[in-house]
T-cell receptor, first 118, second 113 residues
Framework: GAGVSQSPSNKVTEKGKDVELRCDPI?????LYWYRQSLGQGLEFLIY????????KSGLPSDRFSAERTGGSVSTLTIQRTQQEDSAVYLC????????????????FGPGTRLLVL | RKEVEQDPGPFNVPEGATVAFNCTYS??????FFWYRQDCRKEPKLLMS?????NEDGRFTAQLNRASQYISLLIRDSKLSDSATYLC??????????????WGLGTSLAVNP
C-alpha cells in the first residue's frame, strides 16, 4: 500500500522567507511525527500529533516553527522567517495508535523534504 | 549523560564477518526498544523490535539487558548491503500522553568486499 509521502522533496529558499512542508501519513495512522536531521547528525524530534491534537510540542526549536494537522490526516510544518541554520532534511513519520506496550509504535518514515536556506 | 548512547563507529568489517553493536539507555522505565537502519541520504526504516526475551530475524539478533540498560544488535555473515547507519530507539513509558521516541545518533557500518 501507499507509504508516507512528503512534499516538496526539495526546497531552496532565501533567508527570511516562509516555507510550508507537507506530510501525508499512511491511511489509518493516527500518530504523526515531525523530525529534522542535519547533515551527518541524528534525528531531532520536533512535534508529535495524536489525531489533530499535538500533546508534545517540546521539540520545536523556536516560535518560528509551527505545525498543524487537520482531519486527522495531512500535516503541515511551517517555518517562518527562515534562517540558514534551518537547512536540514525534515522527516515525517506515522504510526498506528497503540494501547498495549510496544504495539503500533513502529514509525514509518516518508522520504523527507530537503530544505536549503540561502 | 545522553538518554540513548551509541558508538558512532565507523565499523569496517569484511564480508562474512560477525559484528555487534551496543546501545545504552538512561531511563530505567523504558518499555519499548527498536533498531532502525538508515541508508545514506534515505529515511530510517525499521529493522527489528527488541523483545525482553531477545529475538532473531535471519542473520540479525537483538538482545535486551534491562539490568544493565542496554540493547544489542548482532549481524552474522555480513553482506555488502548491510552497510548503513544503525539507529537505536527507545520508548520511555511515562505518565500522560508522551509518545516521543528517543533516538540514538547511530552506528555506522561499512562492509567491505
Amino acid at each position: 500500500g501507499a507509504g508516507v509521502s512528503q512534499s516538496p522533496s526539495n526546497k531552496v529558499t532565501e533567508k527570511g522567507k516562509d516555507v510550508e512542508l507537507r506530510c501525508d501519513p499512511i491511511s489509518g495512522h493516527t500518530a504523526l511525527y515531525w523530525y529534522r536531521q542535519s547533515l551527518g547528525q541524528g534525528l531531532e524530534f520536533l512535534i508529535y500529533f495524536q489525531g489533530n491534537s499535538a500533546p508534545d510540542k517540546s521539540g520545536l526549536p523556536s516560535d518560528r516553527f509551527s505545525a498543524e494537522r487537520t482531519g486527522g490526516s495531512v500535516s503541515t510544518l511551517t517555518i517562518q522567517r527562515t534562517q540558514q541554520e534551518d537547512s536540514a532534511v525534515y522527516l515525517c513519520a506515522s504510526s498506528l495508535d497503540f494501547g498495549l506496550a510496544g504495539y503500533g509504535e513502529t514509525q514509518y518514515f516518508g522520504p523527507g523534504t530537503r530544505l536549503l536556506v540561502l | 549523560r545522553k538518554e540513548v548512547e551509541q558508538d558512532p563507529g565507523p565499523f569496517n568489517v569484511p564480508e562474512g564477518a560477525t559484528v555487534a553493536f551496543n546501545c545504552t539507555y538512561s531511563n530505567s522505565a523504558s518499555q519499548s526498544f527498536f533498531w532502525y537502519r538508515q541508508d545514506c541520504r534515505k529515511e530510517p526504516k525499521l529493522l527489528m523490535s527488541v523483545y525482553s526475551s531477545g529475538n532473531e530475524d535471519g542473520r540479525f539478533t537483538a538482545q535486551l539487558n534491562r539490568a544493565s540498560q542496554y540493547i544489542s544488535l548482532l549481524i552474522r555473515d555480513s553482506k555488502l548491503s548491510d552497510s548503513a547507519t544503525y539507529l537505536c530507539v527507545v520508548s520511555p513509558r511515562g505518565a500522560g500522553n508522551n509518545r516521543k521516541l528517543i533516538w540514538g545518533l547511530g552506528t555506522s557500518l561499512a562492509v567491505n568486499p
